[in-house]
């Protein structure tokens, strides 16, 4: 009776539960070489649309990219450290990938390319293998190398599927012509940057955090503005903005003003919420502290109150660094003068030109990240003393 | 020198004659304290009548809700009295107050993660408007004077609970009080450290000669600290007994194995059963 439970309680003990399991990065490189394998039967494209299809033996260059990237990893598994193979593999991966571009630039099409696909396919795998073994090692690799790859994958994907499998210019252009375009069409883009962001965005933006900060305020030292204040903040962020836009419109005409009402609008009831929690965030025995030294109200402001609220403003201000932004552009749809990113949209997405539209999204996107880790970096200098910064 | 003027003896600071008791500094006469709570009015304070004097250790001892850190806060002016009247240092509370007569350890050590232990320990000075040296100076000793020469650069998440009411204690000395209230301040350490910061209060006390006032519940740290005790009962909060506590000012560790040490402390713990019922 005994005997297969002993069993059972030593099986148990001889396999450990480990708390997370991952795909072992060990079992991909079987993957990689199978589908690999596989792709070697299939054709790699067709020279033209109409031309026959054309496969690895009868493309000696191909063949060439294909031997190069299996003597990488071969070389690889022979190096000494996993690190220096992943190396070396990251090489294969990097020449699997100029496959396609190599293909793409004789012209050929590669939409029933299916042995090219499949080639690419086990170099993906393969640059998920070179990644896991990456990132866990600390420091440059793992912060900076490993999202750079990853971003630098997903570009290079985007590009490839785009142009092999010919996707219409309307519906999604390839990141090269986006960046073609950028470059072509920079003084119009940088034109519109400086109406919406340096002229609307920056400055609702301010008018309207300082407002919401500054009401905050009165709001803590006069009871029933709070009172009265926070039920409107909830109507306020209930508001759609196609409608208010317009209005604003009206009020303070097709400038950057009434764009600049709109992100007052849209920023002001988020920093006071923000910070009156903040300054709701002040234990009783801190007060109590700065009572006992007669500390006046403005005082304990100053050197507690505002300290405490740190946090909850970098909050409000991150919240509202991308409410401005949207909000600047969604506003530009009801009525401009004939420049800014939101304008550009409305008027190039009914020409057609879809690669200016996604320029400028290009620009909005990068404005709205840099806008937003400023304020990020901003607050880990400032609040590295609260428990969600700490570092030891 | 800054130490020079708190360290004279208690009888020398009186001054006077010899056998003259020395000066009142906090003086309660049939103090109450109502609190009107939703259902009905809590008594906190049912007239409570205690004179300290300079130089006293005066610990405060009861069980919870017996008033001992409402009387505390009347004293630091973080509460207002319903009836009676209270001098502070021969004026009001909330003179002594605002000329910050008094320093408060609270229970807990309500540091400024932001600031680095010595801005801590320079926050009250800051406020005071001294000069940034005087205020580098004056922290520096409290510091070493409560043995926490060496980190003042550090953060206070990066000390133990201990070292953080060190510094707490160091920041109220900062303000060179003429009286120091400590509500429970050792309350949420573990026994040793506990045992290891009464005996450092101890000496500090005796060093500087100032008046403190100490809420605790524990009967061997009121009895080991104090010159008087104060037994205090809750529903209404009132004092039952005052008990001198005439063991010698040097004091050690070891007093407490000592048979004059478990007389007083049995006198303080019927005080506390005579005042307290377990029934309710």
């Given amino acids: 009776m005994s005997g297969p439970v002993l069993a059972q309680a030593a099986g148990g003990k001889a396999a450990p539960a480990r708390p997370v399991r991952r795909p072992s990065p060990a079992g991909m490189l079987p993957v990689v070489a199978g589908l690999a394998a596989l792709a070697l039967f299939l054709p790699i494209g067709q020279r033209g649309a109409e031309g026959a299809a054309v496969t690895w033996l009868g493309h000696p260059m191909a063949l060439l990219f294909l031997l190069g990237a299996a003597l990488c990893v071969g070389t690889g598994r022979s190096a000494v450290t996993p690190m220096r193979s992943a190396v070396m593999e990251l090489a294969a991966v990097l020449l699997a990938w100029a496959l396609p571009f190599h293909l793409l630039g004789e012209g050929f099409d590669l939409g029933r390319a299916w042995g090219m696909w499949l080639f690419l396919v086990a170099a993906t795998v393969l640059l998920w293998r070179v990644l896991a073994v990456f990132s866990a090692v600390p420091g440059a690799l793992r912060s900076a190398v490993v999202p750079g790859l990853f971003g630098l994958g997903l570009l290079a994907g985007w590009e490839v599927v785009v142009r092999g499998f010919s996707v219409p ?55 029933f503005l709070a009172r009265g204040l926070l039920p409107l903040g909830n109507v306020a962020s209930a508001i759609p903005i196609v409608g208010i836009a317009p209005i604003m419109v009206m009020w303070f005409g097709f400038d950057w003003q009434s764009k600049a009402a709109v992100i007052v609008v849209m920023t002001f009831f988020p920093m006071l919420i923000n910070t009156l929690a903040g300054l709701a965030a002040s234990e009783r025995i801190q007060i109590d502290l700065m009572r006992s030294y007669a500390a006046g109200y403005w005082r304990t402001l100053a050197l507690l109150r505002l300290p405490n609220a740190l946090p909850f403003l970098y909050n409000g201000l991150k919240i509202n660094s991308t409410l401005a932004l949207i909000g600047a552009i969604v506003a530009e749809f009801f009525g401009t003068p004939v420049v800014g990113m939101g304008f550009r949209i409305s008027t190039e997405v009914a020409r057609m030109n879809l690669d200016i539209v996604w320029a400028t999204i290009v620009v909005a996107a990068l404005t709205g990240s840099l806008f937003y880790g400023g304020l990020a970096l901003l607050e880990r200098a400032t609040t590295a003393w609260h428990p969600s910064m700490r570092r030891r | 020198m800054v130490l020079a003027q708190t360290s004279l003896q208690p009888s020398e600071a009186a001054g006077g004659a010899p056998d003259a008791l020395p000066r009142p500094i906090v003086q309660a006469d049939k103090l109450s304290l109502v609190y009107q709570a939703t259902d009905k009015p809590v008594v906190a304070l049912s007239e409570v009548s205690l004179i300290i004097r300079e130089g006293d250790f005066v610990s405060l001892i009861g069980p919870s809700g017996c008033g001992k850190t409402t009387l505390l806060r009347v004293i630091a002016d973080l509460e207002r009295p319903t009836g009676g009247a209270i001098t502070v240092a021969g004026t009001t509370p909330e003179k002594a107050r605002l000329d910050r007569l008094y320093g408060y350890v609270f229970q807990a050590p309500a540091l400024y993660p932001w600031r680095s232990i010595e801005r801590n320990v320079m926050l009250p000075l800051e406020i005071m408007g001294l000069p940034k040296a005087e205020r580098q100076a004056r922290a520096r000793a ?77 009967i061997s740290e009121a009895v080991f600290l104090s010159t008087r005790i104060v037994v205090m009962s809750p529903r209404p909060g009132r004092i039952l007994d005052v008990i001198d506590c005439d063991l010698p000012r040097e004091r050690t560790l070891d007093l407490r194995e000592t048979p004059e040490f478990a007389a007083i402390a049995h006198r303080v713990r019927e005080g506390l059963k005579e005042g307290h019922s377990y029934d309710d």
């Fill in chain 1, 169 to 223: 210019f309307i519906l999604l252009p390839a990141p090269s012509a986006i960046l073609a375009t950028t470059a072509a069409q920079a003084p119009v883009l940088w034109a519109d940057f400086y109406q919406t962001v340096v002229k609307s965005v920056l400055r609702g933006y301010l008018i309207g955090c300082g407002a919401g900060f500054a009401v905050a305020i009165l709001a803590d030292r006069v009871p």
């Fill in chain 2, 142 to 218: 409290q510091l070493e004077l409560v043995g926490l020469a060496g980190f003042e650069k550090k953060f206070p998440w990066q000390l133990s609970g201990g070292m953080q009411q060190r510094t707490s204690i160091a920041r109220a000395l900062a303000l060179q009080p003429e009286l120091l209230l400590m509500d429970e301040p050792f309350g949420a350490l573990d026994e040793i450290t506990r045992d290891h910061l009464n005996l450092h209060l101890t000496q500090l006390w005796r060093r500087m000669g100032k008046t403190c006032v100490f809420v605790t519940h524990s």
